[in-house]
């Protein structure tokens, strides 16, 4: 069997164990935290409430961090197209990017009329 420092009978010595690697049993990864954290309650100061009334005249000031966050993208998304495409991609999925090869390309000498 080949011995050295990256054959495959030396790969997990008894100092490189799987087991003594990795999170710590118990810990939370990053997609558990982020979702506690967005299902948080929280209360829209003041100025900015006032602000997002305009825009949600049924908002209430204690919303969960995911809606606050979900509002604010979608005021910004009425000036930019990358937060709009968030909110869309958000709501609805991403589009799928695939093409349409069946059938045959036709060129018609007949005018596009546009109504």
Request: proline share 6%; glycine share 6%; hydrophobic share 30%.
């Amino acid at each position: 069997m080949p011995s050295g420092e990256n054959s495959i009978a030396t790969r997990f010595s008894s100092e490189n164990q799987p087991v003594t690697q990795g999170r710590t049993p118990g810990s939370k990864n990053r997609a558990t935290v982020a979702r506690k954290v967005l299902e948080m309650l929280i209360r829209i100061p003041d100025e900015k409430y006032t602000e997002l009334l305009k825009s949600f005249p049924d908002l209430e000031q204690s919303i969960t961090v995911e809606d606050y966050i979900t509002m604010q993208q979608t005021v910004l998304a009425t000036k930019e197209t990358n937060a709009y495409k968030a909110i869309m991609d958000s709501a609805y999925g991403a589009p799928k990017e695939q093409i349409e090869h069946s059938g045959g390309i036709g060129i018609t000498d007949q005018p596009v009329i546009f109504e």
